[in-house]
C-alpha cells in the first residue's frame, strides 16, 4: 500500500536531525500499512477531484532490492521498462539500487502543470541536494537545512550574474530624481511602485513629487536645506523623497 508521510521541517534542522523525524514517521506509518489507501481517503473524507490525487501529489519509490534474472531453454531475455505516457501524481521519482551501489532512477511529471525543462531542473537539484547531504554527513559540520545546496555552478551563474547583469550606463552628473523624471516622461503608464496593493503610475508619481517641490520650494527649500521626512514604506514615501530632491533640499528620514 501506498504510506502517506508528512514531514517536519520545523526549526532548520540539520539534515541527521530530519532523517530521525522521518525514520520516526516511517516506523508509525508502517504499523498501519496494511490499510488500504483507498480505505483512508473514504476515512479521512477527502474531496475526491479528477486533476490530482487526494492526501498527497508527490510519490518516492524507492526499489531496494536487485531484480533477479530469468531465464527460459533457447531463449533471450531482456528487462525493458514502459512508458505508458501517463502520469499519475503531480510527480513521481522512481530510485533502484545499482549492483554498484550506487542508484538510477527516473523522474515522471504531470505534463498539464510542468514542461520538460523544468522537470530536468527539478532532476538537477535533487542531485545536487542529495550530493550536499552526503558531503554534510562526512563531513560532520551539522549545517541546517536551508544551507544545503540545491544549484549548481552554471545555474548559480546564471541567476547571480547572467540573468542579474541590469547595469546600463548613466551619465555621472545625473540625480536620482531626474533620471526618475526622465523616466517618467519616456514611460508615463508604467508602474513606478507597488506596495501592500496600492500602485503608482511614473506619470502620476512625476506629477505628486514636482507638485510637492513647487509648494516644498515656496516654503523655503533648496540647496543645502534639509527636511525632515517622517512616514512608513508606502507609495507616498517615494513622492516624498523626490518633491524633496526635486525642490533641490535634502531629506532626514525619522523613525515613525
Same mark, same amino acid.
Given at each position: ?20 523525524? $522521518? ?16 480505505? =483512508? $481517503? #473514504?476515512?479521512?473524507?477527502? #474531496?475526491?477531484?479528477?486533476? !490530482? ?83 554534510? $554527513?562526512?563531513?560532520? %559540520?551539522? *549545517?541546517?537545512?536551508s544551507e544545503l545546496p540545491m544549484l549548481g555552478e552554471a545555474? +548559480? !551563474?546564471?541567476?547571480? &550574474? ?6 546600463? *550606463?548613466?551619465?555621472? #552628473? ?6 526618475? =523624471? ?5 514611460? @508615463?503608464?508604467? &508602474? ?5 496593493? %496600492?500602485? =503608482? +503610475? ?8 514636482? /507638485? ?8 523655503? $527649500? ?10 512608513? /514604506?508606502? @507609495? ?17 528620514? =525619522?523613525? @515613525?
Amino acid at each position: 500500500n501506498t504510506l502517506v508521510l508528512r514531514s517536519d521541517l520545523s526549526g532548520d534542522p540539520p539534515f541527521r536531525a530530519l532523517l530521525a523525524r $522521518v525514520r520516526q514517521g516511517v516506523v508509525e506509518a508502517t504499523r498501519h500499512e496494511e490499510m488500504p489507501f483507498e480505505r =483512508l $481517503v #473514504e476515512e479521512l473524507g477527502v #474531496e475526491r477531484t479528477l486533476d !490530482r490525487s487526494p492526501l498527497f501529489s508527490v510519490l518516492l519509490v524507492l526499489q531496494n532490492a536487485l531484480p533477479g534474472t530469468f531465464a527460459l531453454p533457447g531463449l533471450t531475455l531482456e528487462r525493458l521498462d514502459i512508458d505508458t505516457r501517463t502520469a499519475k501524481f503531480e510527480l513521481t521519482l522512481d530510485l533502484g539500487e545499482r549492483p554498484d551501489g550506487g542508484l538510477a532512477g527516473s523522474l515522471e511529471y504531470n505534463s498539464d502543470l510542468f514542461d520538460a525543462a523544468t522537470a530536468e531542473r527539478f532532476a538537477r537539484h535533487f542531485v545536487s541536494l542529495a550530493e550536499g547531504i552526503a558531503a554534510e $554527513v562526512f563531513s560532520g %559540520a551539522g *549545517a541546517p537545512l536551508s544551507e544545503l545546496p540545491m544549484l549548481g555552478e552554471a545555474e +548559480r !551563474r546564471q541567476l547571480a &550574474v547572467e540573468w542579474n547583469a541590469t547595469a546600463v *550606463a548613466v551619465p555621472s #552628473e545625473a540625480t536620482i530624481h531626474a533620471l526618475i =523624471l526622465a523616466t517618467a516622461r519616456r514611460m @508615463p503608464e508604467a &508602474v513606478a511602485v507597488s506596495c501592500e496593493g %496600492a500602485t =503608482l +503610475r511614473y506619470g502620476e508619481l512625476a506629477e505628486r513629487a514636482l /507638485r510637492l517641490a513647487g509648494h516644498l520650494a515656496a516654503l523655503g $527649500v533648496g540647496p543645502d536645506v534639509p527636511v525632515a521626512l517622517c512616514a512608513e /514604506r508606502s @507609495p507616498a514615501l517615494l513622492v516624498a523623497l523626490l518633491g524633496i530632491l526635486a525642490a533641490g533640499g535634502a531629506y532626514v528620514p =525619522l523613525d @515613525p
